[in-house]
């Protein structure tokens, strides 16, 4: 059956380093790229955005940080979803956020989920095996790319593909630099195994990005050294060409529709919350 119109349906379930979970859904499947938030958080999550969590068939680690990892185990069990990790993350990761059985891929390889293709390549940050992802179905192409010290020619060839983007935007340097953390922590957020600050991710879109890259999430936000206006702000010059937005550490974000040349946010009926 081919679905009705190509679109893919995006959301952020998690964004920071409390937690990380991107949501990928083609017609009756979906992918989730990382599950660092525990299984009844993402539960409640997806409720509310009347996500069906029964939909994911894989879920893709990133690396083994545990904001990226905490509820993989449950995930899996709960939903038959398959983790899929690269051998040394597997390794690497905390053998209670394993799933009993799991597959695995190397960086570079290319994954098929039912009508997803999931594109795989390494990236630099301080982990085992780190890697990010291209998620392709129908013409339609979205890039998963946080946690990244310094961007590398793989993750430029892929983001020049991509029609939505989830855009590490981690940290304001002024921020960071003036802020509490102590020094070698500092260091390591800004090395080229760190993350992405502001600057680094609107450059990035301004040198890089293709004429059909029309959203950009910006995500893994910081608490600490980072707020959502202030990353906004660094993508000021790019506001009037792109769809740009920024996901929440609290709570979903919108559900977004991917076309090839253009988004919406879909229409879903929000519940009263149950305060009792
Ligand atoms: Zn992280
Ligand atoms: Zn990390």
């Given at each position: 059956?081919?679905?009705?119109?190509?679109?893919?349906?995006?959301?952020?379930?998690?964004?920071?380093s409390n937690g990380n979970a991107y949501y990928v859904e083609y017609a009756d499947e979906a992918v989730l790229v990382d599950a660092g938030i525990s299984f009844r958080q993402l539960n409640i999550r997806a409720k509310?955005?009347?996500?069906?969590?029964?939909?994911?068939?894989?879920?893709?680690?990133?690396?083994?940080?545990?904001?990226?990892?905490?509820?993989?185990r449950s995930l899996c069990e709960k939903t038959g979803a398959v983790a899929y990790l690269t051998p040394l993350t597997a390794r690497c990761c905390r053998a209670f956020y394993l799933p009993s059985s799991y597959s695995t891929f190397a960086a570079g390889e290319v994954v098929g989920v039912g009508g997803l293709t999931v594109h795989s390549f390494a990236k630099q940050h301080d982990a085992?095996?780190?890697?990010?992802?291209?998620?392709?179905?129908?013409?339609i192409s979205i890039g998963v790319m946080t946690d990244i010290g310094a961007p590398n020619l793989e993750m430029e060839a892929h983001l020049a593909q991509c029609n939505a983007v989830f855009l590490e935007s981690n940290y304001d340097e002024q921020?960071?630099?003036?802020?509490?953390y102590p020094a070698y922590?500092?260091?390591?957020?800004?090395?080229?195994?760190?993350?992405?600050?502001?600057?680094?991710?609107?450059?990035?879109?301004?040198?890089?990005?293709?004429?059909?890259?029309?959203?950009?999430?910006l995500s893994h936000i910081s608490a600490?050294?980072?707020?959502?206006?202030?990353?906004?702000?660094?993508?000021?010059?790019?506001?009037?060409?792109?769809?740009?937005?920024?996901?929440?550490?609290?709570?979903?974000g919108d559900i977004i529709?991917?076309?090839?040349?253009?988004?919406?946010?879909?229409?879903?009926?929000?519940?009263?919350?149950?305060?009792?």
């Amino acid at each position: 059956m081919t679905p009705s119109a190509d679109k893919i349906r995006i959301c952020s379930i998690a964004s920071g380093s409390n937690g990380n979970a991107y949501y990928v859904e083609y017609a009756d499947e979906a992918v989730l790229v990382d599950a660092g938030i525990s299984f009844r958080q993402l539960n409640i999550r997806a409720k509310i955005k009347k996500i069906d969590l029964r939909k994911i068939k894989a879920v893709f680690v990133s690396h083994e940080h545990s904001d990226h990892v905490r509820g993989l185990r449950s995930l899996c069990e709960k939903t038959g979803a398959v983790a899929y990790l690269t051998p040394l993350t597997a390794r690497c990761c905390r053998a209670f956020y394993l799933p009993s059985s799991y597959s695995t891929f190397a960086a570079g390889e290319v994954v098929g989920v039912g009508g997803l293709t999931v594109h795989s390549f390494a990236k630099q940050h301080d982990a085992s095996d780190p890697c990010s992802f291209r998620i392709e179905a129908g013409g339609i192409s979205i890039g998963v790319m946080t946690d990244i010290g310094a961007p590398n020619l793989e993750m430029e060839a892929h983001l020049a593909q991509c029609n939505a983007v989830f855009l590490e935007s981690n940290y304001d340097e002024q921020m960071l630099w003036d802020g509490k953390y102590p020094a070698y922590l500092k260091q390591r957020v800004a090395s080229d195994v760190g993350h992405l600050s502001n600057a680094q991710s609107a450059q990035l879109v301004a040198e890089v990005a293709p004429p059909h890259l029309h959203t950009i999430i910006l995500s893994h936000i910081s608490a600490d050294n980072n707020r959502p206006g202030i990353a906004l702000k660094a993508f000021a010059g790019l506001r009037d060409r792109y769809n740009i937005i920024t996901a929440s550490r609290y709570e979903a974000g919108d559900i977004i529709d991917i076309t090839a040349d253009s988004w919406s946010v879909a229409q879903v009926h929000v519940p009263m919350p149950r305060l009792w």
